[in-house]
């Protein structure tokens, strides 16, 4: 990405433009506050958090306060994280060459001092986006000291410095994102001694390295992510280094279906059609397994989940519209099948729960439905259906049956008009969208037990 080209390229055209140093605490307060009092949305693609999650992050960073976000698998912590880009200047300047990343009006390190002595007005300026300010790590067993605070670098050595020379250090990823944010993914997972490396930073705004210390009043905000149980299982966020995050903020799963369907919508990659009505049941299908007693809870239920679903039923119909010759290609009720199936390896039982895996998610699954049905087909009377399919008009569907032959086996039922209205379905949509519809009253049917539903062999047969 390029700059523009009228900005500054000195620190004396820099200092005449009034481009005064700004640490970044401030310079995200004051860009937090600009898009709040204009109107504007601070967190795009952020869904679920406007009245919990993201008031209290707001408050943090309105405080200057480094953050750690806590909350269970897939609830969207490290995308928030990402968003705080946004609230970055587009563009800042830096010494061009430097390797820290520093102002040129206010460098830090001794090889950017020494230049802007040197240079003075002439000290040459380059420009940074804003993309290029955060530094993300996932936290691992093996991560060292120096990848996140910097070592002594051999090679200088070896060109003839000394060994307590500060400009022999190789910096780490924090230094290397001075004037910017860090973000620390699953920080419970870094070794305790690794964790000790942070203390100076957060506090005494310096760094250690190799038993001296090197005055660097770094500018940084240190951002970071833990799930509850690894303060407990897999690791823990050492006392002192959580009593130096400011702020602790709880995340949590969407609170509504409406969110939900949201998120799976904003989220997942479809390869073919799937309804308003199939992206609910697979919301609430995720809301029951959250709730449900054979599922371990303290791994949580990604909201990863519900988007690879709604993405396997997509696929299913894609699959369908291939061997049928149907198009467009669009999700019915029979896909839903795919997704116990192909889904089971994401979830963690209870252990009690060994060989009962399928069962459990096809009965939620079905309650899911049966819930969805009620929502949106609640007041239409399906007894014209019931009767027709009780009468000898036998439905069959599968995943290789095409929607025409879904429509072809009932008669012209006026019924089925007001259903496909209440499922967002026009008459004049093509026979794979208005047979989704009708397959979604058969299923409702058959989960209200009016009418029978035999399965074999990849079909169904809706009958008396």
Same mark, same amino acid.
């Given at each position: 990405m390029t700059a523009p080209e009228n900005l500054p390229t000195t620190a004396g055209e820099l200092r005449a433009a009034g481009y005064l140093p700004r640490s970044v605490k401030s310079e995200l307060r004051e860009n937090l506050l600009a898009l709040l009092?204009?109107?504007?949305?601070?967190?795009?693609?952020?869904?679920?958090?406007?009245? @919990?999650?993201?008031?209290? /992050?707001? %408050?943090? /960073?309105?405080a200057g306060h480094d953050v750690v976000l806590l909350g269970e698998r897939g609830q969207g912590k490290t995308r928030l994280l990402r968003t705080l880009i946004g609230l970055l200047d587009e563009w800042t300047p830096v010494i061009a060459g430097a390797e820290l990343g520093e102002h040129p009006l206010e460098p830090i390190s001794p090889a950017g001092r020494r230049l802007a002595a040197e240079l003075g007005d002439d000290l040459p300026v380059t420009w940074r986006h804003r993309a290029e300010r955060y530094a993300e790590k996932l936290a691992t067993p093996d991560t060292s000291v120096g990848d996140l605070i910097g070592d002594v670098d051999p090679v200088k050595v070896a060109e003839g410095r000394s060994l307590g020379d500060p400009e022999t250090i190789h910096f780490g990823l924090v230094p290397r994102a001075h004037r910017g944010i860090v973000a620390v993914n699953e920080l419970p997972d870094l070794a305790e001694r690794i964790q000790v490396a942070l203390l100076n930073v957060m506090e005494e705004r310096d760094i250690q390295v190799r038993g001296y210390t090197l005055r660097l009043p770094l500018d940084v905000l240190l951002v970071a992510t833990a799930n509850p149980e690894d303060y407990t299982n897999r690791g823990r966020i050492i006392t002192p280094l959580k009593d130096r995050f400011g702020a602790e903020i709880?995340?949590?799963?969407? /609170? &509504?279906?409406?969110?939900?369907?949201? /998120?799976?919508?904003?989220?997942?990659?479809?390869?073919?059609?799937?309804?308003?009505?199939?992206?609910?049941?697979? *919301?609430?299908?995720?809301?029951?397994?959250?709730?449900? $007693?054979?599922?371990?809870? +303290?791994?949580?239920?990604?909201?990863?989940?519900?988007?690879?679903?709604?993405? @396997?039923?997509?696929?299913?119909?894609? +699959?369908?519209?291939?061997?049928?010759?149907?198009? $467009?290609?669009?999700? %019915?009720?029979? &896909?839903?099948?795919?997704?116990?199936?192909?889904?089971?390896?994401?979830?963690?039982?209870?252990?009690?729960?060994?060989?009962?895996?399928?069962?459990?998610?096809?009965?939620?699954?079905?309650? *899911?439905?049966?819930? @969805?049905?009620?929502?949106?087909?609640?007041?239409?009377?399906?007894?014209?259906?019931?009767?027709?399919?009780?009468?000898?008009?036998?439905?069959? @569907?599968?995943?290789?049956?095409?929607?025409?032959?879904?429509?072809?086996?009932?008669?012209?039922?006026?019924?089925?008009?007001?259903?496909?209205?209440?499922?967002?379905?026009?008459?004049?949509?093509?026979?794979?969208?208005?047979?989704?519809?009708?397959?979604?009253?058969?299923?409702?049917?058959f989960l209200a037990r009016q009418v029978a539903k035999d399965t074999d062999d990849g079909l169904a047969v809706y009958g008396a």
């Open positions: 009092s204009s109107g504007g949305d601070p967190w795009p693609g952020i869904v679920g958090f406007d009245r @919990t999650v993201l008031p209290q /992050l707001e %408050r943090a /960073l309105l709880r995340t949590h799963y969407p /609170l &509504d279906v409406e969110s939900e369907v949201d /998120l799976v919508r904003q989220e997942a990659e479809l390869v073919a059609e799937v309804g308003d009505p199939l992206i609910e049941v697979l *919301a609430r299908f995720v809301r029951q397994l959250r709730e449900s $007693p054979a599922i371990d809870q +303290r791994s949580g239920v990604s909201a990863r989940f519900a988007v690879a679903a709604a993405e @396997t039923v997509a696929a299913a119909a894609l +699959r369908r519209s291939a061997i049928t010759g149907e198009s $467009p290609a669009v999700a %019915r009720p029979v &896909d839903l099948e795919s997704v116990p199936a192909v889904l089971r390896g994401k979830l963690e039982f209870e252990s009690g729960e060994e060989g009962r895996e399928q069962e459990h998610l096809t009965h939620l699954m079905r309650r *899911a439905f049966s819930e @969805t049905a009620r929502a949106r087909l609640g007041g239409v009377n399906l007894r014209p259906l019931a009767s027709a399919v009780g009468d000898g008009n036998l439905v069959t @569907t599968g995943e290789r049956v095409p929607g025409k032959d879904v429509l072809s086996a009932l008669p012209e039922l006026p019924v089925l008009h007001e259903v496909a209205e209440r499922l967002g379905v026009e008459p004049t949509d093509p026979p794979t969208r208005i047979a989704a519809a009708v397959e979604f009253a058969l299923e409702a049917l």
